[in-house]
């Protein structure tokens, strides 16, 4: 098909620039499409045109946007002062006394009990110092950066106390995989299997 023919077909000059005949292209193929009760034939012979026409030009290029940088953690924190401090300080000295339920319960339950103590810890603390700017990276971190230490301290007074709760490790992390599932539902943790 020659530049002519193709331009005839199409509607548009010779001389049209790319983006004229890409206009054109659109408006014929809406009209032309076999799924708009229009003839195959004709379709492919306006996909002929249309490529005779744009033959040797440069496509389109797709915009892309630059994402926003992250901002820095420190940014996007708030530090609470006087009687909110200590609050958040005596929430987590509750959460470590709960190691004191690993001589009373079964292993399994305690690790249970005291991984739920730690995750409801860095949950309020988290939401008490992230602002509405902290994005679901900034508030995992955070959860992360308040549960691993009282988990942590939480086994070794349980450990002090002559509770074997190391083998209840799994039982312990699981409120804290929850939380951060709930953090950030868009990873597919609770959504349901196809069936």
Same mark, same amino acid.
């Given at each position: 098909?020659?530049? &002519?023919?193709?331009?005839?077909?199409?509607?548009?000059?010779?001389?049209?620039?790319?983006?004229?005949?890409?206009?054109?292209?659109?408006?014929?193929?809406?009209?032309?499409?076999?799924?708009?009760?229009?003839?195959? &034939?004709?379709?492919?012979?306006?996909?002929?045109?249309?490529?005779?026409?744009?033959?040797?030009?440069?496509?389109?290029?797709?915009?892309?946007? &630059?994402?926003?940088?992250?901002?820095?953690?420190?940014?996007?924190?708030?530090?609470?002062?006087?009687?909110?401090?200590?609050?958040?300080?005596?929430?987590?000295?509750?959460?470590?006394?709960?190691?004191?339920?690993?001589?009373?319960?079964?292993?399994?339950?305690?690790?249970?009990?005291?991984?739920?103590?730690?995750?409801?810890?860095?949950?309020?603390?988290?939401?008490?110092?992230?602002?509405?700017?902290?994005?679901?990276?900034?508030?995992?971190?955070?959860?992360?950066?308040?549960?691993?230490?009282?988990?942590?301290?939480?086994?070794?007074?349980?450990?002090?106390?002559?509770?074997?709760?190391?083998?209840?490790?799994?039982?312990?992390?699981?409120?804290?995989?929850?939380?951060?599932?709930?953090?950030?539902?868009?990873?597919?943790?609770?959504?349901?299997?196809?069936?």
């Amino acid at each position: 098909m020659t530049r &002519e023919q193709a331009a005839n077909v199409l509607g548009v000059p010779t001389d049209a620039d790319p983006s004229e005949v890409r206009r054109a292209w659109r408006i014929w193929a809406r009209l032309a499409h076999p799924d708009a009760g229009g003839s195959p &034939e004709h379709f492919r012979r306006l996909a002929q045109a249309r490529d005779a026409l744009l033959a040797g030009s440069i496509p389109e290029p797709l915009p892309m946007s &630059e994402p926003d940088p992250r901002a820095p953690l420190r940014r996007v924190c708030i530090r609470p002062v006087g009687p909110a401090a200590w609050s958040l300080v005596g929430l987590c000295l509750v959460a470590i006394a709960g190691a004191g339920v690993a001589d009373v319960l079964p292993t399994w339950a305690a690790a249970l009990v005291m991984g739920s103590l730690a995750t409801t810890a860095a949950v309020i603390v988290t939401r008490r110092i992230a602002t509405d700017q902290a994005d679901v990276g900034h508030r995992i971190t955070l959860l992360t950066a308040v549960w691993v230490p009282l988990a942590t301290v939480q086994v070794l007074v349980a450990q002090v106390l002559g509770a074997g709760v190391l083998i209840g490790l799994p039982a312990l992390a699981l409120p804290f995989a929850a939380a951060v599932a709930l953090v950030n539902p868009g990873a597919g943790l609770w959504r349901p299997i196809p069936g």
